[in-house]
Nanobody
Framework: QVQLVESGGGLVQPGGSLRLSCAAS????????MGWFRQAPGSERECVAG????????YYADSVKGRFTISRDNSDNTVFLQMASLKPEDTAVYYC???????????????????WGQGTQVTVSS
């Protein structure tokens, strides 16, 4: 069983930055592709970023490309999402998720991920 715990969310002004962390326990973190998803009220959960098991490949949604950076520290079982130039439309609950079925590709569908954190709220507002 894999447990994922997100932290780092909060209220930030437009143009500001936040760094989300996701600490994993159980399982073998260094073998999992990881993803960050978000869900705004009334919207479906969407993948905003993903990273391969060794950090060699990254995926970004067009809406966050150039503003968000995903990274991981396999020695500490943690994945990060650095968010910059935040916009009000980035407001959502952010979730990290683990894809434990090895794949060369970074999957973006919620159905492909096996374990989820509880989410952390990010609110971008003046």
């Amino acid at each position: 069983q894999v447990q994922l715990v997100e932290s780092g969310g909060g209220l930030v002004q437009p143009g500001g930055s936040l760094r989300l962390s996701c600490a994993a326990s159980g399982g073998t973190f260094s073998t999992y592709n990881m993803g960050w998803f978000r869900q705004a009220p009334g919207s479906e959960r969407e993948c905003v970023a993903g990273i391969s098991w060794n950090g060699g490949y990254r995926y970004y949604a067009d809406s966050v490309k150039g503003r968000f950076t995903i990274s991981r520290d396999n020695s500490d079982n943690t994945v990060f999402l650095q968010m910059a130039s935040l916009k009000p439309e980035d407001t959502a609950v952010y979730y990290c998720a683990a894809d434990i079925n090895w794949s060369r590709l970074i999957r973006t569908s919620t159905a492909e991920y096996d374990y989820w954190g509880q989410g952390t709220q990010v609110t971008v507002s003046s």
